[in-house]
């Protein structure tokens, strides 16, 4: 059971679990050591240890994004990835390649009632419960993302950021501007929305401006070695560079900070 928080701030980290359940593992056409080298590749890796802040209510999965992925949209029709087989269910590979058979509109509800809908859930449920406490939470989408795009993915030849920070309509402008220059102040290059944008905020909550929101992501590069090396037959898991504690303390100094400031600007 998670621990009471005791900060207005809610975490929620999507895509740093890496199992299949084995009742989906049976989708997919790959072989297993394919699916792993999938799982190397998409996941983001210690994600849930970078941004679990002690008091910081956070919501988390194991269950890995390749089985389905709670941060697209369930309607295939609006989510721009599905075009590339990278929608809520992951039907192709990031280089294009056929991963899972085709799935009836029963079983993909499955996926959506036991996968999609608790998570979405457990965290509308969870900023309710410290609105209720706090009058207020900061919400934080907590990703991190390779270094060098995807096979679908173009970035017009732009060198990816250390950091980045998504923004969207419940990010007020001194959240994304304190982010900025916190990170900056580090030496980190920093980009707004590149090379990806937004941030993840349940229907209920969106435009309320009890919860300021806002996405940061990590350049992997910054704290894990190269996954080229890995062997996916091994299931080996990525290495995390020498100064990943020194990284894990400075987000985690961020997060301190931004929910001192909201507090500051709460009390005038």
């Given amino acids: 059971m998670q621990p009471k928080p005791t900060l207005p701030l809610t975490a929620h980290i999507p895509h740093a679990g890496t199992l299949v359940p084995a009742g989906v593992k ?32 956070l919501t988390q999965t194991p269950i890995s994004r390749i089985a389905l992925d709670v941060e697209r949209y369930a309607d295939d029709a609006v989510e721009e990835k599905a075009a590339v087989g990278q929608g809520v269910v992951y039907t192709h590979s990031t280089e294009g390649a056929r991963l899972r058979k085709p799935l009836s509109d029963a079983e993909r509800d499955r996926l959506l009632e036991s ?31 390779p270094d060098q795009p995807f096979g679908f993915e173009d970035d017009g030849e732009r060198p990816r950021p250390d950091i980045c920070i998504g923004t969207c309509d419940n990010t007020p402008d001194w959240l994304a501007e304190y982010c900025q220059r916190y990170f900056e102040g580090l030496g980190y290059s920093v980009a707004l929305n590149f090379p990806y944008a937004g941030c993840l905020v349940p229907e209920r909550f969106a435009g309320d401006a009890r919860v300021p929101a806002i996405m940061l992501e990590i350049n992997r590069k910054l704290y894990i070695e190269d996954i080229a090396g890995l062997d996916p037959g091994q299931q080996a898991l990525p290495v ?10 400075r987000i985690q100094t961020l997060m301190l900070e931004l929910v001192r400031e909201l507090e500051r600007r709460e009390a005038h």
């Fill in 26 to 57: 049976t989708q997919f056409l790959c072989s297993e050591e394919e699916l792993w080298r999938q799982i190397l590749t998409l996941t983001d890796w210690y994600a849930d240890d970078l941004f679990a802040l002690p008091g910081a209510a």
């Fill in 115 to 145: 996968f999609y809908r608790p998570w979405h859930l457990q965290l509308e449920a969870l900023l309710g419960q410290q609105i209720a406490l706090w009058g207020h939470s900061l919400l934080i989408d907590c990703h991190s993302f």
């Fill in 240 to 249: 995390r560079k020498a100064g990943y504690g020194n990284l894990k303390q």
